[in-house]
């Protein structure tokens, strides 16, 4: 393992404060070292929008912080979901009256530190509603869908969030923006190789040379098949065979498209399987109207790729092109 | 030999509790790498040490002693184990509320409550391969052996067993919850980590309150 | 290896399309498939900016074809040198009829080809004239700095070389402007583990387990030494003790860093990193008014650092900071 | 025997090299995996193969056959290799221009004008460890040869033979230019991946100009 850090069970706060330092424009501290807010939060009648997660997905999650995006962060350990405390006091960084959106992934830790948080806060006084992510289609079945974990679709549910808050919407017009673009949302990852906790020393799981998994999750959890590794051609067609029948995605459909590598994949490759994506997309008659590519959401040094795609009605649409400002994301 | 412990004078417990965890990180850790993420002693030992320098000298009563611990896991440690731990032990301090005395009554109550507390949080079953597995048929093993008129000392050496024989009973299980449970049938033959953990915890508690009443 | 692509021998292709599917707004074709360009090049009387280089560096070069950044590239097989033709036909895409800076890193497929090209051009009446970036402090001594590589800091020169043609200068000056910067400029690599190219399907050099290659070339070029893996703060220290007294760095400097990954290193691990430079820094007396921290210019799938550092003036400074807009760098 | 070959028929010695450079391919990425980024075949025989698409049916006279494999090197290929292979064949090329017959003073001067085409575009030196380590030598015994009388056919033979010897004194040197000479002493103890391709290009020649003279 070749990796930089310092004391690996203090990484996480190295990395933070190394990311206060570089971006004190977009990023500030809170009196809670793992929790961290954009420098106008709280803002005055605007509904708060928050998230949390493990570490270990940067960009994802403080690098989503930022105007017109999320107003504050938890941060968990590597692949582990933030404490309770840091969901609250998140929630209390992101407040400005209005309420605050917790939009977040379907994991175990996550699911069970945000309720204590929001019970927490309640006591306060503080109303915080939630949209749970569910987009990863290979983490269960169709009539299992609130089982489905959350992940790179949570940018896309951040965004549209964010932007609907910064409109003047009021809570719960937040949060049915945000779960409309969760519903509309769905995600495939293919794995190509392993990553390794700096804490832990070796890799938790295997993918064999020359193999990949398909459907695997962001911490490495397992996914529906491994197989050898296939032409890019091939990776494309079999992932959009796994999303677009599920929501499904039909001609005439406008949607949004976020190719997001897991690490270590070289950038081009990503481009190299876009070509094909792309082409599919067209041919079955649908309209790409936003485009990301690039390592939006990460798992340390996983080599693989996920692919999410929305089908956009006109508010997602436009909340969507709306301006933007964070480390990870920046629409002008 | 003693039947009960002075709740008050039994803060102590929860060191012994917090040195185990940190004895056994390396090998909870390795359990959970065979099929989890290979991170629960570094969790469990990282909550648990944070508890330890709250603690403070000297060392408060047994209830104050469990809500520190189970507040700083709550608070501070994040992941499942903050909640699910920090419920089990704040529910069984709950049951230590009014009470000066720790005897097989109240030990058998907390057994109970920590097992609903963390049932209520993780809404995971028995026979999903977690610390429940250990957790519920120890508790069922205290009760039965305390119902049948055995001594405290001696309930308690019943439950580490069963406690023992509930965290092996995992090796068979498929994991229904948590992040073994991607791996379906892959996920048999090995134990689980939280019910190792969990077994520690008891058996330490068992060890603890034994040595106290001079058993 | 576990990669995407389909024919490993034209990967580049590939990744070309995908990359022209993804960003009409930024790129364009020209009829050499080797060469992109930006859709308003060429640029009536603004001086043309170009460069070149091998594939797998991705976004470098073509992520930094944009508004005030290059208005054409040549792209090169991974690792090695566009061809004659391809410089030759990215001059001729880039030339408003102001002349063409081609601003390229000393390699010697480089030279020769930018050289050949240049030939060609003058012979159809243009002019052509380069800056070659020799940043990489490791890779050559002071007194043989004409023998150093260029890495990271060409993007530094290249912003520079853009803004200033932007603002209307003519050759010469944008020349002046662009050598310059590259020799106010200086980066060091710290390698972690290797690379492969797809085609050759195994690493092409190694780095035992545990180690780490300080001074490491961007193609995985033997550095000045290697040991053990430090810690963070030792990495970047190492760093700057190479850098800092080679141009050298002062109190009272005004300074941009740009902290690069190789490509497969979590991009939290390069805050880590920058946790520490910072201080250092800062301790040192130097103001950092410009920085930039993420993949910007990789080695395929390397794991790995590159610090670059360079000393401002008011132009340097102001030509920094003057809007752009590519894949791979934007300014507002 | 014939003493010389015809440049117009003569064509099909560019189909050969491009022929032994695809053949060896592997071997020469495996020679410069060594010590430089193992790519010299898959360079080498990309470059090739594109110019062999482009010679045409039927093949150009031998002069016109080396210029399409020279612009294709050079417009196409990039890379170190585009270049200086490209200026190689040039350079012999140029010296064809008004002969009618290939003879051993032509081949001569090709050699000659190849060394000096190299030469000039890459600046490197004969003991760098590069392909100039073949030329070089192989230019030098074909010319000893033919001045001290020796047949066409025979000189070719010898060149072949200083060629190889060339190519195999790359062992003990260390690369001053290129991507190996960052390796330092550690460049030496194999073959130069450079030194090698030109051998097999020289050789193919010599056997391609012999078996048309009938030797
Ligand atoms: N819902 C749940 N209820 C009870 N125990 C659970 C639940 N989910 C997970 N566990 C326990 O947590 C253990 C894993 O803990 P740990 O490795 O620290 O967390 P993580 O899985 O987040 O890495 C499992 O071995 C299991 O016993
Ligand atoms: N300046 C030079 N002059 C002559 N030959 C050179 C020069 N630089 C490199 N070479 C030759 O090029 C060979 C490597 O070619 P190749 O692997 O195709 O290119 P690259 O080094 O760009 O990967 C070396 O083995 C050496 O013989
Ligand atoms: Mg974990
Ligand atoms: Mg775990
Ligand atoms: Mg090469
Ligand atoms: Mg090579």
Redesign the pocket.
Known sequence: MNRIFNNPDFIVEDAVRGYLKAHPDILAATDNPRVLRRPAAPQKDKVGIVTGGGSGHEPAFLGYVGNGMLDAVAIGEI???PSAKAFHDAFIAADGGRGVACLYGNY??DN?NVKLAAKQAAKHGLTVKTVVANDDVPSASKDDRSKRRGVAGEILMWKVGGARAEEGADLDEVIASAQKAIDATRSIGIGLSACTIPAVGKPNFHIEDGHMEVGIGHHGEPGVAVMPVKPAREMADLMLDHILPDLPFEKDDDVAILVSGLGATPVMELYVLYDRLAEVIEARGMKTRHLFIGNYFTSLEMQGVTLTMMRLDSELDRLLAAPAHSIGLTRV | MLSSISIKDSGGLVVELIDVIRENRAWLSKI?GAI?????G???SKGFTLAGGKLGEPIPPLPDALNILSETLIEDLG???GP?YGYLFSSMADELEGQEKLDGDVFGKMLHAALEG??E????NVG??????TLSPASEAFDEAWRSGKGFAECLEVMSLAAEKGRDATIDMV?K????SRLGERSRGVL???????CLILQTLAKGIRQRMGA
Chains 1, 3 share one sequence.
Do not use: E, Y
């Open positions: 692949f582990s979901s175990a830790g069970m | 959970d989890g993420d290979g991170d629960h570094i969790n469990m992941g499942s184990m699910l963390v049932q949080i993780g809404s995971a999903d391969k977690t610390l429940l597995d994991a919850v948590g992040r073994a689980d980590a939280g019910a190792t953990s969990c």
